[in-house]
């Protein structure tokens, strides 16, 4: 990635920050390494902000920041922390596991994980006097929502330690708001897909649960993907969820950072589209984009899984002036489909 590298080891730019009056900003990006992190971290630098990254590197993959941008530090580890965040303007937090059936398996690595960790990197930005905070939530958080598009002031009734871990933090924020004047924008993710091929970052979960990587594997593989109940309550009887292109949500993180660096006052935003698909759709989609058949099988319902989830975005689209771009279902499955055979050339490469 292009940049200059200064003593702290950030990358300069020259590139103008746009209406800020000081200088470069200076972020901070918990999780920089993951899916979503790297992908933020990436239109970052494009903008010519100057970017740190802090990732333990226990999920994330170390070729997705560059190496000059990365620090390898666990988030519980504040003492190690607090040095990172000398004269940073704002963090952007995503460092957290992201596995709901894990989750229920294990609660207390995500308790101990995301709300600890979360709680550390908290600390740490109080001792080094940071006040802007990005953070990414979850819709999980609504667990199973009776309201559907979903408003930010629907029930908060998580069903899982994953959801639950992230609505803690929420609410942990609230306080620090009022008793220490941080300031944050928590983004309720809904389904985020898609890659951006060209900068050789994507989706590489492992286990991989997600819907559009199982596709594209049972595709390319011919071992057939496990479609999660055809009995629900919508149109074709498969669960209907609000995909969000990766890009268009990392750009959700730049115009939080925008409105924070500008004096806007803390929020909870959901970060969808507002339109929802189902699962046969998508299938369809990767049909159509691939030019072969999906190999699936009919399974009982994942335990946990709403039948409808949807975001009402539109306080994302008044308040931060965002909008999405490439969240188009074909575009998004174009771009996976490319990042998931480049990604599979270099790994059987010598
Ligand atoms: N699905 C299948 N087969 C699979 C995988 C998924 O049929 O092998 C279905 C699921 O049942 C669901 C849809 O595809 O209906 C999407 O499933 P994903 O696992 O891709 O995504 P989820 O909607 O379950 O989860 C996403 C995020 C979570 C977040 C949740 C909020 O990945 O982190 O939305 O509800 F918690």
Not at 145 to 156: R, W, Y
Not at 194 to 205: D, K, R, S, T
Not at 263 to 270: H, Q
Request: hydrophobic share 40%; with cysteine; charged share 20%.
């Amino acid at each position: 990635m292009p940049g200059q590298t200064t003593r702290s080891g950030r990358a300069r730019r020259r590139a103008p920050a746009r209406r800020y009056n000081r200088i470069v900003p200076n972020i901070l990006v918990t999780g920089g390494a993951g899916y979503i992190g790297s992908l933020t971290t990436y239109q970052l630098l494009q903008r010519g902000f100057e970017v740190l990254v802090v990732d333990d590197l226990s999920r994330g993959h170390r070729q997705n920041v560059p190496p000059h941008l990365l620090r390898v530090v666990h988030l519980q580890e504040t003492a190690a922390l607090a040095p990172l965040l000398a004269g940073v303007d704002a963090v952007v937090h995503f460092a957290a596991f992201i596995a709901v059936g894990e989750s229920a398996r294990e609660p207390e690595l995500y308790f101990s994980n995301n709300v600890g960790g979360t709680l550390s990197l908290l600390a740490a930005m109080a001792r080094a006097g940071v006040k802007r905070l990005v953070f990414s939530s979850t819709a999980a958080v609504y667990g199973n929502p009776e309201t559907i598009p979903i408003p930010e002031d629907a029930p908060l009734a998580p069903v899982s330690p994953y959801g639950e871990s992230k609505l803690i933090v929420e609410r942990m924020l609230r306080q620090l708001d009022e008793f220490r004047g941080l300031r944050s924008v928590a983004l309720r993710y809904f389904n985020a897909c898609g890659a951006l091929p060209e900068a050789g970052l994507g989706e590489q979960h492992e286990p991989e649960t997600h819907l559009i990587p199982l596709l594209l594997r049972a595709v390319d593989s011919g071992e057939p993907v496990k479609i999660f109940g055809e009995d629900y309550p919508t149109p074709d009887g498969t669960c209907i969820r609000d995909y969000i292109h990766v890009t268009d949500l990392a750009q959700a993180h730049l115009a939080a950072l925008d409105y924070l660096l500008e004096g806007g006052a803390s929020g909870v935003f959901n970060a969808g589209t507002g339109r929802g698909q189902s699962v046969m759709e998508v299938m369809r989609a990767v049909e159509e984009v691939t030019g072969r058949k999906v190999p699936y099988v009919i399974a009982p319902r994942r335990p946990g899984d709403a039948a409808e989830l949807v975001a009402d975005s539109a306080k994302l689209r008044r308040t931060l002036g965002w909008k999405p771009v490439r969240s188009d279902l074909h575009r998004i499955v174009q771009d996976a489909w490319e990042f998931y055979q480049s990604a599979r050339a270099g790994a059987s490469r010598p």
